[in-house]
Structures are given as structure tokens and as C-alpha cells.
DNA sequence: TTAGTGATATCC
DNA sequence: GATATCACTAAA
């Protein structure tokens, strides 16, 4: 078959946020555990964070050692630990030097950002490390689907403006033959 | 609707 | 040092 698992390399992320949030969703997020357990789940959500003009952006309040990474190199894994309990990931994009960087918000099986980093045992101790290392890496199967913007959510204390912004990207229809 | 949970940022 | 806030989830 003309599928092949290609993994996505770094000049994949080292584009503008806005061009990765989409093309990440129907790709699969593989978490390769201590254990040596391999866990992979179809990415079904993402939402795109950054710019020096978005106040929904963690690094808009200005740099700081928890923002540092949002300015770092693209392909390096960004997790933040949110209301004391849930670990959220995001992997940064675009160039060295400007704080973006996109949210993976949901996996087939694990819908938001919390479950799906429960689901694949992501957890601070991955925070700063790089998709190259191999740890946890983003694959490209060759499944295709239609991708769905909407609003982003739980930034309720970013501007309006910023609010109505159509930064998240759902799947849709499945454009694929087979899986 | 609210409680739970802990790191980070901001204020004294 | 103290408080307020948060890109969430589960339970009620």
C-alpha cells in the first residue's frame, strides 16, 4: 500500500502555528514509555497559541522561566501542569525567537487536553524535551480528513478579539479509504 | 454548579 | 512571605 508512517521532523513545526495546528489533526501522537510500552492515539483536535497580538498566549504577559520555552526552536514538547491536576501538552512552532506554539487538545478516545495526556502518560517529566529525542513523536500514516475551525475555549480572560479568533481545528469527515 | 489541586506570577 | 489565577475534569 502507498501508506507509509512517516514522522513528522522538526521543519514541519518551523512553520507559522496557524499552518501546524491543522495539519496535525488526523496524524498520530506516538508516547513511547519507560517501560518500553508503546502508546499512539489519533490526534483529533489542536488549537494554535501565540504572536506578539495573541493575549490568550501564556507568553503575551512576557517571558518568563515558564514561557521560555514558547520561545525556543519549533519540535521542542512544551507541558504545563493546569489547576494543580491535569497536564496539558503543546509542542512549539515557528521560528527561534517567537513564543508560539500549538495545543493538542484531544486524541480519538481521549477528548481534552487532560484526558489526553492521562491517556498517554504525558507528564511533566517530558516538558522540554524535543520530538527528536524520540520519546514522544508526531506520525504521519497517510489518513487524510476534512478539518473543522472553531473558537477557541477556556481563555475567557483573553480580549474579545482575541476570543473570536477561529485558532481551533477539529476532524471532520474522514477523506481516507481506510484507516 | 462547585470542588479539587499545585505551579506560576504578582503583590506586599 | 502571601494571595490570586489558571489553555481542566468529575461529580452532584
Not at 502507498?2 to 495539519?23: C, I
Not at 492515539?41 to 503575551?60: Q, S
Amino acid at each position: 500500500m502507498g501508506s507509509e508512517n512517516k514522522k513528522l521532523n522538526d521543519s514541519f513545526f518551523q512553520r507559522d502555528r496557524l499552518v501546524v495546528a491543522p495539519e496535525l489533526v488526523g496524524k498520530l501522537l506516538v508516547h513511547q514509555l519507560p517501560s518500553g510500552e508503546r502508546l499512539s492515539l489519533r490526534i483529533t483536535e489542536t488549537e494554535a497559541y501565540g504572536g506578539a497580538e495573541d493575549t490568550a498566549c501564556h507568553a503575551h504577559r512576557g517571558r518568563t522561566p515558564r514561557t521560555e520555552l514558547l520561545y525556543g526552536p519549533a519540535g521542542v514538547i512544551y507541558v504545563y501542569l493546569c489547576y494543580g491536576i491535569h497536564w496539558l501538552l503543546n509542542i512549539i512552532t515557528g521560528e527561534e525567537g517567537s513564543p508560539q506554539g500549538v495545543l493538542i487538545r484531544a486524541c480519538e478516545g481521549a477528548e481534552g487536553p487532560g484526558r489526553l495526556t492521562k491517556a498517554l502518560g504525558i507528564t511533566g517529566a517530558l516538558n522540554g524535551g524535543r520530538l527528536s529525542d524520540g520519546i514522544l513523536t508526531v506520525v504521519d500514516d497517510g489518513m487524510r480528513c476534512e478539518i473543522v475551525p472553531d473558537r477557541r475555549v477556556g481563555i475567557g480572560y483573553a480580549s474579545e478579539e482575541d476570543q473570536a479568533r477561529l485558532w481551533r481545528f477539529k476532524m471532520g469527515k474522514n477523506l481516507s479509504s481506510v484507516e
